[in-house]
């Protein structure tokens, strides 16, 4: 019987989802566990950068395939070691795969990272909890609310990924004193999550019991100690654009906001897969509060752009959109239904929405503000597209020799970096492969210059006295 390493870290949530996602399948005994500890800066050591350069974990090894971030493991195991029975946690269905990804995508970038902003922070330089950021959080976990009225479990009727994901946020964020009591549907469903997914309990009693100790010896520490040990990540709330699709009449009725660089990412998905034809555009006008309104509430009751109304199916989260649109409309062109090949296209969308577009967002709050980056910012952005560098050493594309969805996804970040005047000269492979993906991808100049330029008209007007 083969044997995948899982490389881990305690008390870590992305650990303890893969964990969840192991019992599920019933491969947990194949796990070889390698434990990093944070605490004594083990996912710094060399012998652990060579297996990713990113120094993250989740990690896993299976069979000399690697691969990290946990939302894309989960997503290759089910793909590789799923019976019949266990194809719900992830099934083929084109629809229900889509929403799943929004569901993990809205955790990744909006509920697990508005957490990650308001509660970690107090462990990286001491400041006290912020109520700001706390109301973030309330927010997000009413978008979660809406998401579980009139549905079983996160997607349907049907325990999936996205239960688990979710489920091990809400308990880390029970357990770290933020209730939930007033969130009726999730009350709701958090029960049945614990109660249907195998060895939840056993699970989140070890993972959180090491959650707290961590936060416990990084609340004791002194300043000095945890600016040496600090390997904590800022996330910032990632805001999106929205499509809607209708088949029936074989046109795709696109609701977006200027200047969205998720926007930009559906609409090149859209020209590549040559479906502009059946497009019709429609403008959310952000400045007057048209995405606040009923009618696109009913769309995405977290109003954020893009989204998606194929058939009557709706959908949000550019991400989760591109792979929808590939996978009916294109034949899975641009998301090779290989599965290691997948599994890290998975990976580097996940790389974009979690570490580096959020480079980019300080990037506009830097503009906003008027205030140049910080040092901290500026390091933070070196060490990403460093990463990205290093992915890009011995591939011509982000994941092999053909352009992928995630050469759209981190070809936006980047090539919006560039165009406000950040220097990426250095990162030799990343220049080559933005030249690349600029003359490769149809109308990839022509919607980065009208993005840009929609951001800083945008900029202008936010600098204007009001």
């Known amino acids: 019987m083969s044997t995948i390493d899982f490389y881990y870290m305690p008390g870590s949530p992305p650990c303890a989802f893969l964990e969840l996602t192991g019992a599920a399948l019933g491969i947990a005994h194949r796990f070889r ?62 629809k229900t795969r889509a929403i799943i990804d929004q569901r993990l995508d809205f955790d990744l970038g909006t509920l697990y990272a508005r957490f990650y902003e308001y509660y970690y922070w107090q462990l ?81 009693q070890k993972y959180g019991k090491e959650h707290n100790e961590v936060v416990d010896f990084y609340l004791e520490a002194t300043v000095f100690q945890r600016a040496e040990q600090e390997q904590l990540q800022n996330q910032l709330n990632i805001k999106m654009c929205c499509i809607t699709i209708d088949n029936s009449k074989m046109t795709i009725d696109y609701y977006c906001m200027d200047g969205s660089p998720p926007c930009a990412v559906v609409t090149l998905t859209v020209t590549a897969l040559g479906i502009e034809a059946i497009v019709k555009q429609r403008l959310v006008d952000e400045m007057n509060n048209e995405h606040l309104k009923e009618e696109f509430l009913k769309i995405n009751p977290q109003h954020t752009a893009p989204a998606i109304v194929d058939d009557g199916f709706a959908l949000s989260e550019s991400r989760a959109i591109v792979k929808y649109l590939a996978a009916k409309y294109g034949n899975n062109k641009y998301y090779p239904q290989d599965v290691k090949t997948r599994a890290l296209v998975d990976q580097r969308l996940d790389f ?80 080559r492969w933005l030249a690349l993906v600029k003359s490769s991808l149809p109308k990839f100049e022509e919607t980065i210059t009208e993005t840009t330029n929609d951001i800083k008209e945008f900029l202008e007007t936010m600098s204007k006295p009001q």
Not at 34 to 48: S, V
Not at 373 to 398: G, H, I, P, W
């Open 352 to 431: 974009d929405i979690g570490t580096l577009y959020p480079k980019l967002i300080d990037i506009y709050y830097s503009k906003i503000l008027k205030k140049p980056l910080t040092e901290d910012q500026l390091k933070k952005m070196d060490d990403a597209l460093s990463v990205l560098n290093m992915y890009l050493k011995e591939n011509k594309f982000v994941v092999g020799a053909e352009a992928t969805l995630a050469d759209f996804s981190l070809g936006v970040t980047v090539a919006l970096m560039e165009a406000f005047e950040i220097n990426i000269k250095k990162y030799t492979n990343v220049v």
């Open 124 to 204: 990286i330089d001491g400041s006290p909890l912020n109520e700001v950021r706390f109301k973030l959080v309330q927010e997000a976990l009413g978008f979660l609310n809406s998401f579980l009225e009139g549905n079983k479990f996160a997607v349907g009727s049907n325990m999936t990924l996205a239960d688990l994901n979710l489920a091990v946020t809400i308990e880390i964020m029970r357990i770290s004193n933020v209730s939930v009591q007033q969130y009726p549907n999730i009350v709701r469903w958090f029960e049945l999550v614990k109660r249907t997914a195998p060895k939840f309990e056993e699970v989140m």
């Open 33 to 94: 566990y390698h434990c990093k500890e944070l605490r004594r800066n083990e996912t710094l050591q060399e012998d652990f950068i060579k297996i990713n350069p990113q120094h993250t974990v989740p990690v896993i090894i299976d069979d000399g395939f690697t691969l990290w971030e946990s939302r894309a493991i989960c997503k290759y195991l089910v793909a590789k070691y799923g019976k019949e029975e266990h194809k719900t946690l992830y099934p083929a269905d084109i």
